[in-house]
């Protein structure tokens, strides 16, 4: 089966750190959704130690480290701060800002 190309609109899954029975499954954030998250991308984008791969895909020397979402819920993103990634809501301008500032913080360590 072919893998979707980057944004030709097929529904892609990502896995995270299993939850027991359970894990959490959402659609990659399409370019619309990547679009409401500019300013947040553009923050990122000049932060010294990120390389974005994709739009909106980035990498901490060489290893996954973020990417984002979408659900019905809002707009979500994924962060690996250790070995597993968290799931943080960046729906609102200040959920965008206070995870832009968290990201700031972790890679000025």
Known sequence: MR????GDGMREQCRI??????ELRMKHATD???DRLE????R???LDGLRERTRGTFT???RAFLHFHEDPAG????VRFADDFERHEVTTASQQSRLATTIERHLAR
Request: no cysteine; glycine share 12%; aromatic share 8%.
């Open 3 to 6: 893998r979707p190309a980057y």
């Open 17 to 22: 750190a299993p939850g027991g029975a359970e």
């Open 32 to 34: 619309d959704a990547l």
């Open 39 to 42: 300013p947040l991308l553009g």
């Open 44 to 46: 990122l984008r000049a």
């Open 60 to 62: 901490h020397r060489s």
């Open 75 to 78: 707009l979500f993103a994924d």
